[in-house]
């Protein structure tokens, strides 16, 4: 099999070809060489060449084969790869013999091996078998169990183009069952010991599970009280125990956060909040602080502010859960619209699963707001209205300031009034990110949203901040801050009560730290279900720049709107911190 050759600058490869009636196609047995055509002869060489082609092979089943490269010289005018690949005779399973087992049975063994009978058997295969039965002794302590593997030869005799079956012995050694026996911590200062112990998922006496030390050792991390945290193992003398040290370095957790920034040609904002995570040694933690954003478009100045104060609890009650209580006020104030409120609020969390959060609540406020469309004029006098909430939120992304693979799933509702008093309201709201990685420079993602709030007894007006408002950088690129839906008769934006949104963006990283965007958004906002139409919805498309720095990604953006009603006329630029989503 040839190839053909590419033109490139400097010594690279002109074709390849191969020796001996290969089993497989070219491109599956230079998977991962990084010969082809065209590649550059230095970053290449005959020994990575013949070990990564052989890996290939095993990984098929052909676990006795054996590759020769003819590389050529240095000064050869033509630079021509040839391989003489000697496959063997493929390895197919067949039975499976377990001996050394009493604790967990064999039935159970012979379930964590991923293959059937007749399957071709790799070298992968093996190995991943060897971790499951090693993962199902830890669970039980048995820290110190020892796998052993032997292929026996061909069930029968054949020649190498017609695979046979193998026989695959498991000798397993159990070895002692450890227990936990006592935790202590070393090198903390002010932080109590309790805050530590207590995320150890075991307890002495238990079974010594690594894989649950290890999970713990990440949620000692997620207190963001240490800059260091490990463990010291020490096995009692003539005893199966074994006491565990944790040695941590902690951390200056004190910290001011200060930000600003804008959000659209139009609009800025500033923030600052003290935060102290450790109050009593016992990471209850208090944040103080407020953003305010300054509205400065013709027509639409104004201010919002919204200071706030929360103080955590987490273990409340000895439990899992984590509790929460926030006070809060908001100072809206522009032309066309006016909102003053202040509450308080409690609320809980917990991990029900891995990577998925329950957070539920009771919010009480107290508010007026005044909106003015033309001569019209809604005023809603001063009004005390309680609130339940509740919000389910699934996160895989990784990393999680610029994500490249993973999903963050989240659905909350929100039910104001009835029983608990003031404006009768619900809010229903769901979205959902998806992040593929294509390749290790190209990655796909999109977003989907939908929510709606609706009175449920009669007519209701709902609270400015609580309707939903899309257009920006961060929404519908194309469109200004807050420009897509109901407007009065002057152009400002008043919200609406029910949203669609959708993006799509093809994230490619071109060089080092600088990577470009396409992307393609879409969104509507209605007042009603029944106004829902894509002749009021907003599209805007565009490419964008992405500066990766150790903190965020800074991008630029160039969206507009290529609708029928618009063309290019809504065509801006767009600058921010962290990805659109």
Not at 70 to 75: E, G, T
């Amino acid at each position: 099999m040839l190839g053909s050759a590419s033109a490139s600058t400097g010594p690279s490869i002109d074709s390849v070809y191969f020796l001996g009636n290969p089993p497989l196609d070219q491109d599956a047995l230079l998977a991962g060489t990084g010969l082809e055509p065209g590649a550059s002869v230095y970053g290449l060489s005959r020994v990575l060449v013949g070990n990564g082609v052989a890996s290939n092979l095993r990984s098929h089943g052909y676990l006795d084969a054996t590759v020769e490269v003819l590389w050529p010289a240095w000064d050869s005018t033509n630079y021509i790869v040839g391989i003489d690949v000697r496959s063997g005779r493929r390895s197919l399973l067949g039975d499976v013999v377990i001996t050394g087992t009493s604790i967990i049975d064999q039935g159970t063994i012979r379930e964590l091996l991923d293959l059937s009978r007749g399957d071709p058997v790799s070298p992968g295969d093996t190995l991943d078998f060897r971790r499951a039965i090693r993962a199902a002794y830890n669970t039980r302590g048995r820290i110190r169990a020892d796998v052993r593997f032997e292929l026996q030869d061909f069930d029968f005799p054949g020649p190498d183009s017609i695979p046979g079956t193998r026989t695959l012995l498991c000798e397993i050694n159990e070895g002692s069952r450890f227990v936990l026996g006592e935790v202590r911590v070393s090198g903390l200062e002010s932080v109590r010991q309790v805050v530590v112990t207590r995320e150890i998922s075991l307890r002495p006496g238990d079974s010594l599970n690594t894989d649950a030390l290890r999970e713990s050792l990440a949620r000692i991390y997620t207190l963001r009280l240490f800059n260091d945290v490990r463990y010291r193992y020490h096995p009692r003398e003539d005893e199966a125990v074994m006491d565990i040290e944790v040695v941590v370095n902690e951390r200056p957790y004190h910290t001011i956060d200060l930000a600003t920034g804008y959000i659209s040609p139009t609009a800025v904002f500033w923030g600052g909040y003290w935060k102290h995570p450790n109050l009593w040694g016992n990471n209850q933690r208090l944040t103080v602080g407020s953003t305010w954003t300054h509205y400065f478009a013709s027509g639409q100045e104004g201010d919002l502010v919204e200071p706030s104060l929360s103080y955590e609890e987490p273990w409340f009650l000895s439990s899992r859960w984590t509790g929460k209580l926030t006070g809060a006020y908001t100072y809206l104030q522009r032309s066309f619209q006016e909102e003053r409120s202040y509450g308080a609020g409690l609320s809980f969390s917990r991990i029900l699963l891995p990577n998925l959060r329950l957070t539920c609540g009771y919010f009480i406020e107290r508010m007026r707001f005044e909106s003015t469309s033309g001569d019209t004029v809604l005023v809603l006098p001063w009004t005390t209205t309680g609130s339940l909430n509740a919000s389910l939120v699934n996160d895989t992304r990784s990393p999680m300031l610029d994500p490249v693979r993973g999903r963050w799933l989240m659905l909350g509702g929100k039910l104001s009034g009835g029983l608990l008093g003031g404006l009768d309201f619900y809010r229903l709201e769901t979205e959902a990110r998806f992040f593929l990685p294509v390749s290790d420079r190209l990655v796909l993602a999109a977003r989907v949203g939908a929510g709606t709030v609706q009175g449920y007894s009669g007519l209701v007006s709902v609270p400015p901040t609580d309707r939903f408002y899309l257009g920006g950088a961060g929404t519908v690129r194309g469109y200004s801050y807050y420009g897509l839906g109901p407007q009065d008769s002057e152009g400002n934006p008043l919200g609406g009560n029910t949203m669609l949104l959708g993006n799509f963006e093809a994230r490619l990283r071109v060089w080092k730290f600088v990577g470009v965007t396409a992307f393609l958004d879409s969104g509507g906002i209605w007042n009603d279900l029944e106004e829902v139409s894509t002749s009021d919805a907003g599209l805007g498309t565009g490419l964008g720049i992405r500066i990766s720095t150790p903190f965020s990604p800074v991008r630029f953006d160039y969206g507009f709107a290529p609708t029928w009603r618009d063309g290019f006329k809504r065509g801006r630029f767009y600058f921010a911190i962290g990805q659109t989503f």
